[in-house]
């Protein structure tokens, strides 16, 4: 199993960035799939899910409206479209695949491999 981030960077508050995941090494499609963040001196926390079709999403209250989750079954890959980004989305970001097909969990104790993050950092 093997899950590749991409796409972080420095923005600006206000401004966008795009995150990928690409999976390989498992059927993609027969899981759901979550991404997670962890700010310098802070918890590891849930940033969004979805479930195995796409068909449920699930986001932390800090993002809602403001960032989207996808996947693309086909291409093996996962999104996170950030808008309107905050200092304090300032993190490591990981994706991570979950030990369910059809259900979002928040806990990071429900997913069972991660890829080793990419680095996001809203700043003037």
């Known amino acids: 199993v093997q899950l590749v981030e991409s796409g972080g960077g420095l923005a600006q508050p206000g401004g966008s960035l795009r995150l990928s995941c690409a999976a390989s090494g498992f059927t993609f499609s027969s899981y759901a799939m979550g991404w997670f963040r962890q700010a310098p001196g802070k918890e590891r926390e849930f940033v969004a899910g979805i479930t195995w079709s796409g068909g449920s999403r699930n986001y932390a209250d800090s993002v809602k409206a403001r960032f989207t989750m996808s996947r693309d079954n086909a291409k093996n890959t996962l999104y996170l479209q950030m808008n309107s980004l905050k200092p304090e989305d300032t993190a490591l970001y990981y994706c991570?695949?979950?030990?369910?097909?059809?259900?979002?969990?928040?806990?990071?104790?429900?997913?069972?491999?991660w890829g080793q993050g990419t680095q996001v950092t809203v700043s003037s």
């Open positions: 991570a695949r979950s030990k369910y097909m059809s259900s979002v969990r928040v806990d990071y104790n429900q997913y069972d491999y």
